[in-house]
Every structure is written in structure tokens, then in C-alpha cells.
């Protein structure tokens, strides 16, 4: 189960194919070394997306 708490690097790590999510809501910067660090939270605070709703997406 994907979590707001989540690392960028181990989902995409764990689930490749959560990637074209993540870039539709608009984080474009999947393939920054800094990004594979930040939790999800961290990644939509910056980028300014809901992560309740992105987590919900990616669990669905």
C-alpha cells in the first residue's frame, strides 16, 4: 500500500507503472536525484497537488 509517507524513489522502485500518475498530476521531476528522497507529502507540498487525493489514485 502506497502512503503520503511513501519515498518518490521506492515506489517507482516497487511500482514502475504509478509513474504516468505522478506525472499527470504534474510532478515532472520524477528523474531528479533530489526527488527520489522526498515522500510523497513533501513532493505535493512542493508541486502544490492534494496528496490524499494523488494516494488515492495510486491505490486504486
Known amino acids: 500500500m502506497i502512503e503520503k509517507t511513501t519515498?518518490?524513489?521506492?515506489?517507482?522502485?516497487?511500482?514502475?507503472?504509478k509513474a504516468d500518475i505522478l506525472l499527470e498530476a504534474g510532478?515532472?521531476?520524477?528523474?531528479?536525484?533530489a526527488s527520489q528522497a522526498e515522500t510523497l507529502e513533501e513532493a505535493?507540498?512542493?508541486?502544490?497537488?492534494?496528496?490524499?487525493?494523488l494516494v488515492e489514485?495510486?491505490?486504486a
Open 7 to 17: 519515498k518518490i524513489g521506492d515506489l517507482l522502485e516497487q511500482f514502475p507503472d
Open 57 to 59: 489514485k495510486l491505490n
Open 27 to 33: 510532478m515532472h521531476c520524477l528523474g531528479c536525484p
Open 44 to 53: 505535493c507540498a512542493v508541486h502544490g497537488i492534494d496528496v490524499e487525493e
